[in-house]
């Protein structure tokens, strides 16, 4: 699946009704293009298709979880049984939020089922929920209840919040059900923000997404279920850490918290995957102790010296903490990277696991999969980091990923040994990311952001097929990029260079590789931008308002200096501003921002020899098609039409002008004047 | 010195062209002043250091230092007159300053 296929589901998953023409707005491309991503993307769907019914988007449930699939590269993700699944999950959210008496049919009727699949279900549920020491019991004055401790009854509603999460149907879902307030969740992520900002604990990407909405449903259930009740947590006294009187004192604002409440809410935050943190737990010594513990292991078991080894033990234990407390607690951390990580890395998770004893040991318990494959991600991504001298690093990069921690960990050892060539300056949240000012050659993320850095979208976790196809299109980029060429080339030869003339022959290389390319790429280096005879042309036929913008750029296409997609993007934003798109008394500029490398600026003067209408009827004859040039060579061109424009007898005379030739001259005539 | 910003849909071309031409006819009437171009998603962070706005797109927004048209710039129709109204809006914004 190429990039642009990954990008266009992104897209789809998140919009709620995806159109074709919203489609082509928002991610620049052409109709025929995410027509032709949808085929594609049809052929590897496993059962579900995505329809195109009159230029709308129409996809299933189960089509949405195929997607979602093949974004995060687990086709196992379509099981046939995971509407059941599904189901279960929004039965048992129902039955724990809210207090309706619900019957067997009433929850058929809310979930569009019959009776008998609904009694199947709950009957499934019965037996599931038998093991996590809950009951599923029925009377006909109460209907359908989900009983038990109240500790066990939050923290398997907490679960199934953060499974649903994970579909991209989960938030609808909880707010479609009601199963949750949407002022709850606004209100939870400035005050979430600001526990942050206070207690200096730095939550990841992840974290900050699902945390107001699994505190927002946990409210639901408070509101409708307002019993006092108690739990013990002696082993972290959590009421005498730093972080607990902000938290309550964020949590103010909800008067229905009892403090107990709120007790549980801080378990939730602070057992939290994180990325930085000042916290320091209580018995910090106990779990240092099990962290060098567990490096010794490891160690031994795998006869290998970590580099840095100090640092390699903080960014365990940096780990580690929260994931005791999580332990401790009762709460089960979602990872789903696990089977693959398992599959493709089975001797480093077998060992980790072993290893990880002195960390079961104050659980008291032995850690889940996930836990211990998050564990290996970074153990396995510090493995991969190498002590020798990179000398030939020539190239910045860095790695984002909503994690920031042990996923991207790996990530980022994984491409370090891809791309020798890059020097890598992290792996960071793009959180995180937004704060630093960094000049690097190429940012390396698993969810598309817009920046004027080079940006390659890579799948969390790297496989054969996903190295292969990743190390092409970098091969791709750097053949493209005439400055990204010419800074090889002198890395390649420097200690032929002397110091002071290394910029000087990188320019020169990088204009060498420019000429190659394209003559005209000439405009994209500082300068002048060429304007010539065949930059202005004459339509004689008739234009419309919907044609004259493509009749404009039809000879920059043909110049190969733009795109359809560039094209396309113009008419959108042209046909949505064309009142502000001018450089001249009723002379438009249709023209967007260049985000492809492969567009070279370039200008296009069309001269209607019919007028062609405005929606307000007004009639103009003259529109300035603009490839806009990176480095603004196009600036000085576009001042001096604009000063052209402006003498009145210059469009008269240009519209009756009967060759591009005589255009020029009176442009020209005007420049010397 | 007074700091204007110019902005448009994309910062590449409208905004470019109307900030060097203002550049050009304040440098021609020796009026100091730095003229920055923006897109329009960057206003809200530029707007805050600057002490007059060009404005090349229509916003129903209101702002705490003084606006000027800018399409009035490419277009020639009224040109004078904002060009006008900008002159005194740096003149103003330069005596707040040294007062």
């Not at chain 1, 998953?13 to 991503?37: F, K």
């Not at chain 1, 206070?198 to 699902?210: C, P, S």
């Not at chain 1, 991504?381 to 990069?397: D, I, N, P, V």
């Not at chain 1, 960990?409 to 491409?415: F, M």
Request: net charge negative; glycine share 4%; with cysteine.
């Amino acid at each position: 699946m190429g990039l642009e296929e990954r990008e266009l589901i992104k897209h789809i998953l998140t919009q709620t009704d995806p159109s074709l023409p919203e489609i082509e707005n928002n991610l620049s491309t052409s109709r025929e293009e995410v027509i032709h991503a949808i085929h594609s993307i049809n052929t590897i769907l496993p059962h579900e298709s995505i329809d195109v019914v009159n230029g709308e988007l129409s996809i299933s449930d189960q089509c949405a979880d195929e997607l979602y699939g093949l974004l995060i590269g687990d086709e196992h993700v379509s099981a046939s049984d995971r509407n059941v699944t599904l189901r279960k999950c929004l039965i048992e959210t129902e039955l724990m939020t809210h207090q309706s008496g619900s019957s067997l049919q009433t929850l058929s009727e809310q979930f569009y089922v019959s009776k008998n699949t609904m009694f199947a279900d709950i009957k499934q549920l019965k037996e599931e929920l038998k093991n996590l020491q809950l009951n599923v019991t029925y009377s006909r004055k109460k209907g359908y209840r989900i009983e038990g401790q109240e500790y066990l009854l939050r923290n398997q509603l907490v679960h199934i919040t953060r499974n649903l999460l994970k579909t991209v149907y989960g938030k609808s879902c909880l707010t479609r059900l009601n199963f949750l307030n949407k002022e709850d969740v606004a209100l939870l992520k400035g005050k979430l923000a600001v526990i942050e900002e206070k207690t200096q604990i730095r939550l990841t990407d992840e974290q900050v997404g699902e945390l107001p909405y699994v505190l927002a449903v946990l409210m639901e259930r408070i509101r409708n279920y307002p019993e006092t009740w108690s739990f013990k947590v002696e082993k972290y006294d959590i009421r005498n850490t730093l972080e607990f009187p902000v938290i309550k004192d964020q949590l103010s604002d909800f008067p229905f918290l009892k403090e107990t409440d709120i007790l549980y809410f801080s378990l939730h935050i602070l057992s939290s995957n994180r990325i930085e943190s000042a916290m320091d737990f209580s018995n910090s010594e106990e779990i240092r102790s099990a962290v060098n513990q567990f490096v010794e292991s490891l160690k031994q078991k795998l006869a290998v010296k970590f580099i840095k080894e100090t640092n390699f033990k903080e960014k365990i234990l940096l780990h580690i903490q929260p994931a005791i407390f999580r332990n401790i607690l009762g709460f089960r951390v979602n990872n789903p990277l696990t089977g693959r990580f398992m599959n493709e890395h089975y001797d480093v998770f077998m060992t980790v696991a072993d290893a990880a004893e002195p960390f079961e040991q104050i659980i008291g318990h032995a850690l889940s999969d996930e836990e211990i494959a998050y564990l290996s991600m970074i153990v396995l991504g510090w493995l991969y980091q190498s002590e020798e001298e990179r000398g030939s690093t020539y190239f910045k990069a860095i790695v984002l990923c909503p994690n920031g921690t042990s996923v991207s960990q790996l990530l980022l050892e994984n491409l370090k040994d891809m791309f020798p060539q890059i020097e890598f300056v992290g792996a960071y949240s793009f959180r995180q990311f937004e704060g630093m000012d960094l000049a690097l050659d190429f940012i390396f993320t698993t969810i598309p952001i817009k920046s004027q850095t080079t940006t390659i979208i890579v799948p969390p976790f790297l496989e054969p097929e996903s190295r292969r196809q990743l190390r092409a299109t970098v091969a791709k980029l750097l053949k493209k990029d005439s400055g990204k060429q010419a800074k090889s080339v002198v890395n390649a030869i420097r200690s032929l260079i002397p110091d002071d003339k290394i910029s000087l022959v990188e320019s020169a290389l990088k204009s060498f590789f420019e000429d190659k390319k394209e003559p005209i790429a000439q405009n994209d280096s500082p300068g002048k931008m060429k304007f010539g005879e065949k930059n202005i042309s004459f339509i004689d036929g008739v234009a419309s308002w919907k044609d004259c913008v493509e009749v404009t750029f039809d000879p920059i296409l043909r110049r190969g200096n733009c795109e359809n997609d560039y094209v396309h993007a113009c008419k959108k934003v042209f046909y949505e501003h064309y009142k502000n798109m001018l450089i001249g008394p009723n002379i438009y500029l249709p023209h967007t921002e260049s985000m492809n490398p492969s567009e070279h600026a370039d200008v296009q003067i069309a001269i209607f020899r019919r007028p062609v209408v405005n929606p307000e009827g007004v009639p103009f004859q003259i529109m300035v098609g603009l490839v806009p040039s990176r480095s603004n060579v196009h600036v000085p061109l576009l001042l001096r039409l604009n000063d052209f424009f402006l003498k009145s007898e210059s469009i008269p005379k240009i519209i009756h002008a009967g060759s591009a030739k005589e255009v020029l001259d009176l442009f020209e005539r005007r420049r010397g004047q | 010195m007074a700091k204007i910003i110019v902005a448009c849909g994309s910062g590449v071309a409208t905004s470019q062209t109307v900030a060097s031409k203002i550049n050009k006819l304040l440098s021609e009437k020796k009026i100091k002043s730095t003229v920055e171009a923006v897109d329009i998603k960057s206003l809200d962070k530029f707007i805050k250091g600057a002490d007059v706005y060009v404005s090349i797109v229509r916003t129903n927004k209101s702002f705490q230092i003084p606006v000027i048209n800018g399409i009035a710039f490419l277009t020639g129709m009224g040109q004078d007159k904002e060009f006008e109204k900008l002159v005194n809006a740096i003149k103003e914004a330069d005596a707040h300053k040294a007062g």
